[in-house]
């Protein structure tokens, strides 16, 4: 068997990707929108709960459902899952899940007969999961970084300053603002353990990738801290799911996928690791040096390094590679598409004519700069949203299209410092990869090659890699993560876009202005 599945929980979506090692393709790339099937039964938006003070949440029983409608999709569109030899998958970093103790029996006793959301709603002692966007937790990673002896030593334990939108800090909040639901919980999970979870049918631990976003993963031996449980919240080494080794299988299959979609009983099911660790792999990321960019909900630039070479400013995060060998540098903005589509929507243009905008004005705006933060920011730490412009007018739609895409990519070059990577190309994914222009003022700004992906669902395919390599490698175990990822992660041909010299002098002194645009502003706030 040669078929693999890769299936990555996001913010906005549900994204199943089959590939064929054997004919080297992606067979079926399917997605189910949260919005678009779900928003009348939970009420979500973009995917997730605006609760105010910047608590973001989402529905975990959503996810199930969603992952029901994801593989019955996938079964009518006709693929043969009986076919899949191994799955694993990706989920949205940091966002953590909290069960009672009748999880484990009602993964058990599941019935193929009824979906997944009639047979788990009370799995939950807690009905939502806070995630990546929620940035209500200052006060805990303040208390965090103090408890362990110091911000460095947070950073030195765990390869990270404390962030708000790490599991940790939002697990501290849990236990100090809800201690009794905090005390019926029996497990909290990630994301990613939560839907490996359920496929597998009994509870499965978090990938060190995903565990390294927690502010509680002790980053070179790859194990939870107790030092940093401790200063997180009590009983913790109790509650959470232990770390999984990478790459290994942890168990076949549930019945429930068996009976229900025809999955061979034997299908192997391998931790889940985060969204981000997963695209490394997904756009063949294995080299130390090699630094991508993908522009979704959130945005986000990364490398591969062999050391976990930290950020002692906050600018950027740390995690394990799920190639089990390597580090991840990640710059995470927060607001990606969704400052792309604040401007969009506010200008009433559609995408093709956002593109147009892009396409007729001058690199460099004539001296536009805008501060795009439509929602708090993560990098620079922004907590209330606002949006600043200089020599901008506010009338004038096609030059804020401009604005808010060079400040992406001024922002993007000016927080990769830390990385200490020379850029020499950039790899891009993401939906607003598929936009050339886009990528043109990338290529100007950070004066390199920029290469598209075929596939915009690159943590998706990470995951199916990372089942294929697995399961492959146990039947040939000189098998390389080269071997695996080459084929599949070829930039499309003549995608290239090389910079532009013009450009690039013009974007080399307004870099600076953007710099001393955002050091004032942000320092400000
Ligand atoms: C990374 C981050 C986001 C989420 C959602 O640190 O917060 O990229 O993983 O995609």
Redesign the pocket.
């Known amino acids: 068997m040669s078929k693999y599945l890769g299936i990555d929980l ?2 906005q979506s549900i994204t199943g990707l089959l590939i064929d090692t054997e004919s080297q393709t992606i067979i079926a790339e399917e997605s189910i929108n949260f919005d678009e099937h779900f928003k009348a039964t939970y009420g979500v938006e973009n995917g997730v709960f605006d609760l105010g003070d910047g608590a973001v949440h989402s529905a975990p029983l959503m996810w199930a459902e969603a992952l029901d409608l994801l593989l019955q999709t996938l079964m009518d569109l006709g693929h043969d899952l009986s076919q899949i030899a191994a799955i694993t998958g990706s989920g ?3 966002g953590t899940v909290y069960l009672n103790d009748t999880i484990v029996s009602a993964l058990h006793n599941i019935s193929s007969a009824q979906p997944l959301k009639e047979q788990l709603a009370g799995i939950f002692s807690r009905e939502t999961a806070p ?3 929620d940035t209500s937790t200052t006060a805990q990673c303040a208390e965090i970084e103090a408890s362990v002896g110091g911000r460095d030593k947070l950073l030195a334990l765990t390869g990270n300053t404390a ?1 708000e ?1 790490f599991s940790g800090p939002q697990i501290r909040k849990f236990y100090q603002t809800e201690p009794d639901a905090y005390n019926n919980t029996t497990y909290i999970g990630l994301v990613s353990s939560y839907i490996a979870s359920l496929l597998a049918g009994k509870l499965i631990g978090v990938d060190p990738g995903d565990g390294s ?1 927690t502010n509680m993963m002790d980053i070179t031996a790859r194990a939870w801290s107790p030092v940093a449980l401790d200063a997180t919240a009590a009983n913790l080494a109790d509650k959470l799911l232990p770390i999984a080794p990478p790459g290994q299988a942890v168990g076949t299959i549930s019945h429930y996928f068996v009976g229900r979609y025809g999955f061979a009983k034997d299908c192997q099911v391998l931790p889940f690791s ?3 660790p997963c695209s490394l792999i997904g756009l063949g990321l294995i080299n130390p040096g090699q630094v991508a960019l ?1 522009l ?3 945005d ?1 630039l990364f490398a591969c390094m062999d050391q976990p070479r930290t950020s002692k400013t906050g600018e950027g ?1 740390v995690f394990a590679s799920p190639d089990g060998l390597h580090y991840m540098a ?1 710059t ?1 903005y ?1 607001n990606g598409s969704l400052a792309r589509e604040a401007v969009r929507n506010t200008y009433h243009f559609d995408w093709n004519s956002f593109t147009e905008a892009l396409r007729i004005t001058v690199p460099g705006n004539n001296g536009g700069l805008m501060l795009p933060y439509f929602a708090p920011e ?1 990098v620079p730490k922004v907590s209330t949203p606002y949006v600043i412009r200089q020599n901008l007018n506010e009338a004038d739609a096609k030059a804020n299209v401009r604005a808010v895409i060079e400040a992406q990519a001024f922002s993007s070059s000016i927080h990769a410092r830390w990385m200490g990577v020379d850029i020499s190309s950039l790899y891009v994914t993401g939906g607003a990869a598929a936009n050339a222009e886009i990528l043109r003022i990338y290529a100007d700004v950070h004066n390199c090659p920029v290469h598209r992906f075929e596939t915009t669902n690159s943590a998706a395919l990470g995951a199916a890699l990372r089942a294929a390599h697995c399961h492959q490698s146990s039947l040939d175990n000189t098998l390389s993560w080269q071997e695996t990822v080459a084929p599949f992660t070829e930039p499309v041909a003549g995608s290239t876009i090389k910079p532009d010299k013009e450009a690039v002098a013009v974007y080399r002194q307004m870099i600076g202005e953007y710099e001393t645009l955002e050091r004032v502003n942000t320092v400000a706030n």
């Open positions: 996001s913010t949205q970093q940091h995630i990546w966007m962030f939108r976003g985060g969204d981000n993908s979704g909900t959130s986000t995060a990640l995470c927060l993560i």
